[in-house]
Structure formats: structure tokens, C-alpha cells
């Protein structure tokens, strides 16, 4: 089974419309990350938790949200989707500050 | 400004070619971390390599090798004899050090390599 994991794989939503994506690990890390990619522009930090207790925003964060429900889950929120939302979304997990860090399979969001 | 580079957009080879992937880097510690990642047609991101800042030595494993050179900011990738399994988008990442405790990996836009076969 793979260590992170992403759901859905992919979504199709409408604009103002709610959406979560979930991603739940079985790493044991206590640091997990949700970032973007959009074409061109590589990857893009949205938020990332250090711990359940410790949440904070990346460069990214305007439009989003995010719940860390346990050390192994952490959800991402789009309140009212919009279509420059519509992107690849990656969760991650790691051990430390500068460890590395590990990527789930990505869910794929479009937003019409 | 932390910044990474990857002036390659999408390099083309025939098979058993060897192909080198530019990464520069900008930073204004002298402690930081380097990342390449791979990420095949099939979306997700799979981890190549980590180097801290202090160690020089390049790397090799099996048909990769990085080149990390300091003075000219840069940590380059190479395969030898590519395979069309190779064909993937590459990304080099960079990580301040832990006084920052941001986590944040800073990605270039990567270069996509395509093999042929």
C-alpha cells in the first residue's frame, strides 16, 4: 500500500462550490504539506502542519483551508471554488524541517 | 531571494544518449538542502536525491549522477545510456536550513525529458 495517499484522484466541480481533498500518510511523520502545480510554474507550498496543533500558511494560502484531524490526515479546502483553482494538488509528508519530503499521487481539480 | 532555476524546458534524446539536466540555485544561506524529484506521465512525484550545502562529493546510483558545484551555484543531473523509461518532467528543489523552520521546498519549473526510443 502506498504510504501517502490522495482523494479523490481527480474531481470536476463547479465554480462556488465547497470542496475537500483529503490525504492521509502511514509514514509516522509529523509534518505534512498540501502544494499546487500549475504548468510552468512547478510547485507552489499552500499550507503545511507541523503537528496537529501547529498549522501555517505557505506562499500560496488566499482561497484555501485546511484541518489536521490527526497525525496521519490532513484535509484541504476550497470554500468556494474557482476556476484558477483548477490545478494539480499535491500532499506531502516528512520527518523534519529539511528532511525530505514525500508526495502522494496527486489530485487532479478542475474547476468550470 | 531563494530561487531555482531550470532553464531547460524539454530536452529530446534518442536512447542510450546521456543527457544533463541544468539546476541553478539562489540562496542567502550557507545552510540549505537540495532536491531532484521525478515525476513520470503518470503524475506523481518520486524522490531521486537530497544534498546538504557542505557536501560537495558528486553522486552516482547506478545510471544517475549530480554534479553539485558551489561556486557556481549548481546541481546538475546526468543519466547515462537514458531508457524511455527515463521520459519524465524533473524537478530540482531547494530547503533553507532549520533556523527558518518554514519547510518550504522551493521548486524550479522543470525540464521534461523525452526519450525516444
Known amino acids: 500500500d502506498a504510504d501517502v495517499t490522495q482523494t479523490p484522484r481527480n474531481r470536476i466541480t463547479k465554480t462556488g462550490k465547497r470542496i475537500m481533498l483529503e490525504c492521509s500518510q502511514t509514514?509516522?511523520?509529523?509534518?505534512m504539506y498540501w502544494y499546487r502545480q500549475d504548468p510552468g510554474l512547478g510547485l507552489r507550498l499552500i499550507y503545511y502542519?507541523?503537528?496537529?496543533?501547529?498549522?501555517n500558511k505557505g506562499e500560496i494560502s488566499d482561497g484555501y483551508s485546511v484541518s489536521r484531524q490527526a497525525q496521519a490526515k490532513f484535509s484541504l479546502s476550497l470554500e468556494s471554488a474557482i476556476p484558477n483553482q483548477t490545478a494539480l494538488y499535491f500532499c506531502?509528508?516528512?520527518?523534519?524541517?529539511?528532511?525530505?519530503?514525500?508526495f502522494g499521487p496527486g489530485t487532479r481539480l478542475t474547476v468550470l | 531571494a531563494q530561487k531555482v532555476t531550470q532553464a531547460q524546458t524539454e530536452i529530446s534524446v534518442v536512447e542510450k544518449e546521456d543527457v544533463t539536466l541544468d539546476c541553478v540555485y539562489e540562496t542567502r544561506d550557507t545552510t540549505y538542502y537540495l532536491f531532484w524529484y521525478k515525476q513520470p506521465p503518470s503524475g506523481e512525484l518520486v524522490f531521486l536525491i537530497r544534498r546538504n550545502s557542505f557536501d560537495e562529493q558528486n553522486e552516482i546510483s547506478g545510471r544517475y549522477s549530480w554534479n553539485f558545484q558551489k561556486s557556481t551555484s549548481s546541481f546538475n543531473f546526468t543519466i547515462t545510456a537514458s531508457q524511455v523509461v527515463d521520459s519524465a518532467v524533473y524537478f530540482c528543489?531547494?530547503?533553507?536550513?532549520?533556523?527558518?523552520?518554514?519547510?518550504?521546498?522551493?521548486f524550479g519549473t522543470g525540464t521534461r525529458l523525452q526519450v525516444f526510443p
Open positions: 509514514k509516522g511523520h509529523d509534518r
Open positions: 502542519s507541523f503537528d496537529v496543533k501547529d498549522i
Open positions: 506531502a509528508t516528512g520527518p523534519g524541517s529539511t528532511d525530505t519530503q514525500y
Open positions: 528543489a531547494l530547503s533553507e536550513g532549520a533556523a527558518y523552520n518554514t519547510d518550504k521546498l522551493i
